[in-house]
């Protein structure tokens, strides 16, 4: 980071220009850009300090090999068409292309973008765009229409002395100069990371700023309600109609901005768009208040779902396509004070998998955890709120166990990843149950079974026995950590010594905001953020934040991070169970054992620099804070201190997915396990319809 404000200052390079006046001393101008004499990357980079010699030789190793397996690949490929790869005029379709020294140094993982970027500077001479810090103006991007921004990877920044500056992360993309200067006159040239360069591409040709032209169509044509019906027909056709505009808006735009779900909510004044984006709502765009039932009929519309029925609790599912990655969209619908709310949460088919090293768990976890899915029997059971990584937990687990000599079998609502060599079946809108779908992949000789969330006692029954007769099962259930699981089952009707003997381990989960890398500093702690950590994490802390900047639009947060606490059913657990034992009493024969909690894990990453204490306060502390872990009376005073309440618990409130029963049975615990010492109360509960996007 260094890069930006030593070296490149004291290189100061000029500036770089491109006129089209005429077409001719254009293509003079790139002609003479092209043949300009460089140093080379490779030097520029070592001179620089950013790598050594040796990546230099290594990375031209490999850009051989690259390239003459591309070749090999266009001979074949030739061949599969019958040509003959050694006829002269092949000649020239077999040169392939030469990957640049600085792609392959990247892919090796020797070179970051923003390094390249500041090397790329020097060695064209091109000044860089620090575009963590600057952002591009509005007037400099209407200039340029986005397909030629997004063709071209090139950002329009300002507008400065009759130029328009606009930022490469490639300045030796000639095509790039040439469609740019043509269409804007004259630009003077910039150099930016590539990922950042896209990023505020997406930011800047954000489409819900142009849906405005919609909103004010959809006024102007909006007639009298008793006209709805007609309206609601139209919709099924009109792929023009400004409704249909704002609603793919709506979508396309909480695709490019990673958004878990999209929550429509009609207040008093208006209609509210919100995504969910790493796990906090941020606000989209406001409808116009009457054009909230023409937005649900729309959505209605494409998830085939009762367009008349406003009554009703609706649940259905899309899919559409966004710059060109399938999506797929899970719709609810509810009736609310204010009219119908409807939250979409969006599955990404293109995501990929997670694998079971890069989840994060400590190594000592990993070894216990894999020794008990390895097993053929028993069962594994990921527990956490809905937007706690569950899903990811177990596909990454099931990616793990995949197997052609076994018969792995999954159940699921909805089925969000495909794998290669497994039988997946969803009951999604099937009106199949769990429960039902269990009994009959149970007839198929099955080694390994996947039952999505176990929500009912049927459900538990047959999995537990299938776990017990030879079959291994992975699940998910809604309980605030590892130990709840035990009394979820017992509170369902299960048998403590079922439990006991079917389970073989349960793991408790939360994500948390991750600082973001672009601006995280050190800070100095409060007084009660520094007790926390100490009574939590044996490490010795290093104090970050987030700032806030472009990458992490201000938030300081960009992704998350998992934390994990796995409870092993060891005889001394089972036997606990078995004899009825309360949350407090399996949770500290566990921690004996050598269980580390979640509420330690999550210290132990604030202590790594990776997070804040108040986002571990508002995903994890409160949630499985017991009497073990910090006397009732601390943790009064850490409360006072930190903006604990409400929030803090909402992540296990929040969920569309829990019925009544299991509610009710959370909060009990909540209240059992704090001995009090945190108010719930119903007041909280269905403050927000959905949860997040499980990834
Ligand atoms: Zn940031």
Same mark, same amino acid.
């Given at each position: 980071m260094a890069l930006f404000g030593k070296k490149a200052d004291k290189q100061k390079p000029g500036s770089v220009n491109f006129d089209s006046s005429d077409e001719a001393a254009l293509t003079d101008q790139i002609d003479a850009w092209v043949s300009t004499n460089r140093p080379r990357l490779g030097e520029v980079l070592m001179e620089l300090g950013i790598i050594e010699p040796g990546d230099v030789e290594e990375a031209l190793r490999l850009q051989a090999e690259e390239t003459e397996e591309a070749r090999k690949a266009l001979v074949a490929a030739a061949e599969a068409e #019958?040509?003959? /790869?050694? $006829? /002269? +005029? *092949?000649s020239q379709a077999l040169v392939p292309v030469k990957p640049r020294v600085g792609e392959v140094l990247m892919r090796d993982g020797v070179l970051d973008e923003v390094s390249l970027a500041a090397a790329l500077s020097r060695q064209f001479g091109v000044p860089l765009a620090d575009l963590r810090v600057e952002s591009p103006d509005p007037e400099a991007v209407q200039l340029v229409p986005e397909e030629l921004a997004r063709e071209h990877v090139i950002l329009p920044l300002k507008f400065e002395n009759d130029r328009l500056q606009v930022v490469t %992360?490639? /300045?030796? $993309?000639v095509e790039a100069i040439r469609a740019i200067t043509y269409h804007v006159g004259k630009v003077a040239l910039r150099i930016g990371a590539r990922s950042e360069i896209e990023r505020h591409l997406d930011r800047a040709y954000n489409v819900l700023s142009a849906a405005d032209d919609h909103i004010r169509a959809f006024e102007l044509s909006y007639d009298e309600p008793n006209q709805e019906n007609r309206a609601d027909n139209a919709l099924q056709f009109d792929e023009n109609a400004p409704v249909v505009q704002v609603v793919n808006r709506v979508i396309t735009q909480a695709v490019r901005q990673r958004a878990s779900d999209v929550h429509v909510e009609p207040t008093e004044d208006d209609v509210t768009v919100r995504y969910r984006i790493d796990g906090a709502m941020t606000d989209a765009i406001h409808l116009p208040q009457r054009m909230g039932p023409a937005v649900t009929s729309r959505i209605k519309v494409m998830s085939e779902l009762? =367009?008349? @029925?406003? !009554?009703r609790p609706q649940d259905g599912q899309f899919g559409v396509s966004v710059d060109g990655r399938p999506i797929d969209f899970r719709v609810s619908i509810v009736p609310t004070v204010h009219g119908e709310k409807t939250v979409l949460r969006l599955l990404d088919k293109t995501k990929s998998l997670i694998s079971l090293p890069d989840l994060g768990m400590n190594e000592e976890v990993v070894d216990k955890f894999t020794k008990i899915v390895s097993s053929p029997l028993g069962m594994l059971l990921c527990t956490g /709120?809905? #937007?706690?990584g569950k899903t990811t937990t177990l596909y990454a687990t099931l990616n793990e166990l995949r197997d052609p000599t076994k018969n792995i079998v999954t159940i699921e609502d909805p089925v969000e990843y495909q794998f290669a060599g497994i039988t997946q079946m969803p009951v999604t809108?099937? &009106? =199949?149950?769990f429960a039902d779908g269990l009994r009959g992949i149970l007839r198929?000789?099955?080694d390994t079974i996947l039952v999505? @969330? =176990? !929500?009912?006692e049927e459900t538990a029954r047959i999995a537990m026995q299938a776990a017990l007769t030879g079959h291994f099962v992975l699940s998910s259930l809604h309980a605030v950590d590892a130990v709840a699981a035990v009394h979820r089952f017992t509170d369902m009707g299960i048998e403590p010594f079922l439990v006991a003997s079917a389970l073989s381990g349960v793991v408790g989960q939360r994500l948390l905001r991750r600082n973001c890398t672009g601006c995280a500093e050190s800070y100095t702690p409060s007084a009660s953020e520094s007790r926390m950590l100490e009574r939590y994490s044996n490490l010795t802390p290093v104090w970050t934040k987030g700032a806030g900047c472009e990458l992490c639009s201000g938030t300081g947060y960009r992704g998350r991070v998992g934390v994990y606490e796995l409870l092993v059913f060891t005889d001394t657990i089972r036997d606990l169970v078995v004899a009825k034992a309360t949350h407090h009493e399996i949770k500290a024969v566990a921690i004996e054992e050598g269980m580390r909690t979640m509420q330690q894990e999550a210290f132990d990453l604030v202590a790594k620099g990776l997070t804040t204490v108040d986002d571990v306060l508002r995903s994890v502390y409160a949630a499985g804070m017991d009497s073990d872990a910090a006397p009732v009376g601390e943790l009064e005073q850490g409360k006072s201190e930190l903006p604990v309440g409400k929030r803090a618990i909402s992540g296990l409130q @929040?969920? +569309? @997915? *829990?019925?009544d029963d299991s509610l009710r049975d959370s909060r009990g615990e909540l209240v059992v396990d704090r001995g009090g010492a945190i108010p719930t109360g119903p +007041?909280?509960? &269905? %403050?927000?319809a959905s949860g997040e996007g499980e990834s």
């Open positions: #019958g040509q003959d /790869p050694l $006829d /002269p +005029s *092949m %992360a490639d /300045p030796f $993309d009762n =367009i008349v @029925e406003r !009554r /709120p809905t #937007g706690s809108g099937s &009106g =199949i149950t198929q000789d099955p999505g @969330e =176990i !929500r009912d @929040e969920d +569309s @997915e *829990m019925d +007041s909280t509960v &269905g %403050a927000s």
